[in-house]
T-cell receptor, first 114, second 109 residues
Framework: NAGVTQTPKFRVLKTGQSMTLLCAQDMNHEYMYWYRQDPGMGLRLIHYSVGEGTTAKGEVPDGYNVSRLKKQNFLLGLESAAPSQTSVYFC?????????????FGDGTRLSIL | GQNIDQPTEMTATEGAIVQINCTYQTSGFNGLFWYQQHAGEAPTFLSYNVLDGLEEKGRFSSFLSRSKGYSYLLLKELQMKDSASYLCAVLDSNYQLIWGAGTKLIIKP
């Protein structure tokens, strides 16, 4: 019963390097989300997708790109990592956005940019 | 702007009752969620309120007053495993979740 799986769990990058964070869900959910969580702040939405082949910007999209080529996968890319992108990244999925459709979260990716 | 306020930290005693408050100012309202997040782990869903009143689910209850922009999470018969952060989140007019910074609850024996 995997739910939402994120890889990798930890990563250290140097400034300017690029990488891709992977998110996979096995619940057949239409909606998927990428958040970042920083100390003292609420979860902030980076990008989201309402279905296969669609993506949209959230609250803090700059410096990130995403792709949703398959319904079950949502990829988050950092093109040129910066120290300000040091954070814990969470992927989430949901069956919808309306009545009583909670988001289900992966275990997070802890990313440090040196 | 959109804003959700929760106390940063609370301390309670094992076996007692604690109430965690959440006030919100958002562009529209389509429901309020409470999540639990243990340190180093993912948030997990606790409750959802869209109508005024109290929703009870075992030891946990959640209350909503839309006119006051206010909710609380009530935890009864506290256990050590309830030590965690509790996140309040509001679904706004665009059906996007706006998150509070969370309340860290410390349970003492």
């Amino acid at each position: 019963n995997a739910g939402v799986t994120q890889t990798p769990k930890f990563r250290v990058l140097k400034t300017g390097q690029s990488m891709t964070l992977l998110c996979a869900q096995d619940m057949n959910h239409e909606y998927m989300y990428w958040y970042r969580q920083d100390p003292g702040m609420g979860l902030r939405l980076i990008h989201y997708s309402v279905g296969e082949g669609t993506t949209a910007k959230g609250e803090v999209p700059d410096g990130y790109n995403v792709s949703r080529l398959k319904k079950q996968n949502f990829l988050l890319g950092l093109e040129s990592a910066a120290p300000s992108q040091t954070s814990v990244y969470f992927c989430a999925s949901s069956s919808g956005t309306g009545d009583h459709q909670p988001q289900h979260f992966g275990d997070g990716t802890r990313l440090s940019i040196l | 702007g959109q804003n959700i306020d929760q106390p940063t930290e609370m301390t309670a005693t094992e076996g007692a009752i604690v109430q965690i408050n959440c006030t919100y100012q958002t562009s529209g309202f389509n429901g309020l969620f409470w999540y639990q997040q243990h340190a180093g782990e993912a948030p997990t869903f606790l409750s959802y309120n869209v109508l005024d009143g109290l929703e009870e689910k075992g030891r946990f209850s959640s209350f909503l007053s839309r006119s006051k922009g206010y909710s609380y999470l009530l935890l009864k018969e506290l256990q050590m495993k309830d030590s965690a952060s509790y996140l309040c989140a509001v679904l706004d007019s665009n059906y996007q979740l706006i998150w509070g910074a969370g309340t860290k609850l410390i349970i003492k024996p």
